[in-house]
């Protein structure tokens, strides 16, 4: 039996998965949360921790990889992680690959989680889709003819860094409306922090749901008092949902993808949010430009099966190599 192992590194937490070669519905997999003030060594510990717990003294035949950040994806190096320090220039493909030698393939999350779903979710069946993750960050993984579309530097899908408002608030990245700054879940939050300090006549139900502490207020928050009607937090979705919306419209525009796929935790959001993304999105994009919107079928677990994806294509390019070996050497 070739063993798979997968592994994805997120920005609060970190997943590990073993899965027999050519399994397509069963995961063994553990996750955990990362420690305050992570850094670069401690993540990778805890990962092959969870790597050696679950491998249980097995030997993988090969390793997929998620990573949380850009990523050199022919190298296999981390170039870095926009919210963990350390991981500048890290070579993790080699460093996987010396600790349980087996070949390793690394790639970042976003075009990861897209080739899961494309593999094994809600993009089988089709030739083109743009992944897009909505949690801490925003980010986008392109599948174009059937294969990983990664850009010339590796940074094509980054359309969490898409100016849908030049007039917006700036960007972690330094630009002013980005996509990421008005749809990412921290930024969900602070906006919704923001409204509240200028209305503190508003917000009832937010406030009692953060027990007045408004540095505490989390994206769950916001959507918990959308759906119990509160306007400031409807008001604060319906802005992520609009934001998405222009930038989906506008990507529709231009490549004509025949989906969008949308996971992470903001996709949670509720009816409200996912309304508003339809609507401004149908009419953000030309009349003649069809295209459809449905969210992520493997949830939380599209980077694990998009790596169990790297690894599968890491064992088909071994098992082809060694096939041409064979055929030299009988010839």
């Known amino acids: 039996m070739n ?53 249980a003294g097995r030997e993988p035949r090969a390793i997929g990889v998620s990573f949380g950040g850009p990523v050199d994806a022919t190298s296999g190096k981390v170039r870095l992680s926009h919210h963990v320090s350390g991981w500048e220039n890290m070579p993790l493909q080699e460093i996987l690959e010396r600790e349980f030698g087996a070949p390793a393939s690394v790639d970042n999350d976003a075009n990861v989680a897209a080739l ?8 089988m069946g089709y030739n083109s889709l743009l992944y897009i993750t909505v949690s801490t960050g925003v980010g986008g993984g392109w599948i174009l003819n059937d294969r990983p579309w990664r850009g010339i530097e590796g940074m094509a899908g980054e359309i969490g860094h898409v100016v849908v408002d030049p007039t917006g608030p ?19 939050a602070q906006q919704t922090k923001d409204r509240l300090n200028l209305h503190p006549d508003k917000g009832k139900l937010l406030r009692s749901l953060c027990h007045d502490n408004l540095d505490e207020i989390t994206g769950l928050m916001v959507s918990q008092a959308a759906t119990q009607g509160d306007k400031i937090a409807i008001e ?12 989906i419209g506008n990507v529709a525009n231009l490549i004509n993808p025949q989906r969008f796929i949308l996971g992470g935790s903001v996709t949670k959001a509720g009816d409200r949010f996912w309304n508003a ?7 953000t994009a030309l009349p003649e430009v069809h295209f459809e919107i449905v969210p992520a079928a493997l949830g939380d677990k599209a980077p694990l099966w ?14 082809g190599r060694a096939g041409s070996r064979e055929q030299g050497e009988e010839s």
Not at 116 to 123: D, I, L, T, V, W
Not at 277 to 283: F, G, K, P, S, V
Request: charged share 20%.
């Open 3 to 55: 063993l798979i192992l997968a592994l994805d590194f997120g920005g609060t937490k970190h997943a590990a998965a073993v899965v027999a070669s050519g399994e397509k519905h069963q995961l063994s997999d553990k996750r955990v949360f990362s420690p305050p003030n992570p850094h670069a060594q401690s993540d990778l510990e805890i990962m092959l921790s969870l790597a050696r717990e679950l491998l």
């Open 170 to 188: 700036v960007c972690l990245c330094g630009k002013r409306g980005c996509l990421e700054r008005l749809a990412s879940g921290p930024y969900i």
């Open 236 to 247: 604060a979705l319906e802005t992520a949902g609009w934001a998405l919306g222009v930038a």
């Open 116 to 123: 899961g779903e494309h593999r094994y979710g809600a993009g």
């Open 306 to 319: 998009g790596a169990v994806a790297l690894a599968e294509d890491v064992l088909m390019r071994e098992q």
């Open 277 to 283: 993304i339809h609507h401004i999105a149908r009419a």
